[in-house]
């Protein structure tokens, strides 16, 4: 009788009219979808070896607060006659560190604190209130005009083929991993666009050989840690969100990224 019954359920099964869904371990793993939604992605920052071009600069708040938040009432002034208009939104940023990779200069990273929307026009300062909160904002923070970034990131299947590196995090950690935002030595000149997906290799030591005619690669480039979705882009480098790492990765060491 139970060999009748195993009769059955195979001839079903072999009919489609039974679905078996086997253990993960067995399926392949599931590709990404048409889009990646990350809601923070205004608040990411960027790597630019060429100047901001800057709107105006944080003077004060109402009440004269160190650290200016969300709904605080700021005062600020126009850079070089720039004019404002009641009801605009500008980006509040704020430059940061100097990024180095391999002992040359990539630019300044220039974190995003938030997002002011113009108030009203006084005869000395311009007023407004902070919308948007990312970080604290203080006095002397910059402004420049503000523009809408869709969180919903179509992913790209047609990457382009590139060796880059990660220079830096947006936290400026020393481990990085899963959920990190990073930083790359290539940008929209070199055809990296928002959605391209790379896979990260780490090494540990950076004593392979190279030359103009021969290039020994690092057995170790056949295995990823770690892969990264492309967030932004700028001119030379890219911000991108690690989306999946084996492990945690140490910024000390070289993390290529292709």
Known sequence: MKRFYFFIVQTLIMFGLINVSLPNAWCEPKSFQESYYFPAIESVGFI?????????????????????????????????????????????????????????????????????????????????????????????????????????IPISKDAPYIRANIIESAETKRMIGQGDVVFIDKGHVQGVRPGNLFDIFEHQERDFEMSRRTEFIDPSKAYPSGRLLILTTDRETAAGLIVWSKNELLMAHQLDVH
């Open 48 to 152: 630019r070896r060429d100047s901001v071009p800057v709107a105006g600069t944080i003077h004060s708040s109402e009440h004269n607060q160190v650290m200016i938040s969300w709904n605080h009432l700021v005062y600020f002034k126009p850079h070089q006659d720039h004019v404002f208009n009641k009801d605009e939104l500008y980006v509040v940023f704020q430059k940061s560190n100097e990024v180095f990779f391999d002992e040359r200069s990539k630019g300044f990273y220039y974190q995003i604190k938030g997002v002011v929307k113009i108030t009203a026009m006084q005869p000395r300062f311009i007023q407004g209130i902070i919308v948007k909160s990312y970080l604290p904002i203080r006095r002397g923070d910059l402004l420049k005009p503000y523009k809408q970034i869709n969180p919903n």
